[in-house]
Nanobody, 115 residues
Framework: QVQLVASGGGLVQPGGSLRLSCAAS????????MGWYRQAPGKQRELVAN???????NYADSVKGRFTISRDSAKNTVYLQMNSLKPEDTGVYYCNRRQFGTDYWGQGTQVTVSS
């Protein structure tokens, strides 16, 4: 089993920044994909960004150039730096880790972008 603990959400004005963190613990595999999804009210959960064990990253088109995903392998932690936030970035952000074909999810963290 893998446990994911996310943190860093909050309320921010348009144009502001937030950084999300997700720490993994438990049965950690060296080959994995880890990242963030978000779900806005009334919408389906969508991929925001992920990073795989090789270091390769993937971003949703809507966040390219504004969000950056990174990791600290020693801490089994992934970060999502979110800059130039827009109201449409509002939603519950969920950390995800996929290893050995199994998806693990952290608790959601609310991000609200509003003036």
């Amino acid at each position: 089993q893998v446990q994911l603990v996310a943190s860093g959400g909050g309320l921010v004005q348009p144009g502001g920044s937030l950084r999300l963190s997700c720490a993994a613990s438990g049965s950690i595999a060296s080959i994995y994909r880890m990242g963030w999804y978000r779900q806005a009210p009334g919408k389906q959960r969508e991929l925001v960004a992920n990073i795989i064990s090789t270091g390769s990253t993937n971003y949703a088109d809507s966040v390219k150039g504004r969000f950056t995903i990174s990791r600290d392998s020693a801490k089994n932690t992934v970060y999502l730096q979110m800059n130039s936030l827009k109201p449409e970035d509002t939603g519950v952000y969920y950390c995800n880790r996929r290893q050995f074909g199994t998806d693990y999810w952290g608790q959601g963290t609310q991000v609200t972008v509003s003036s």
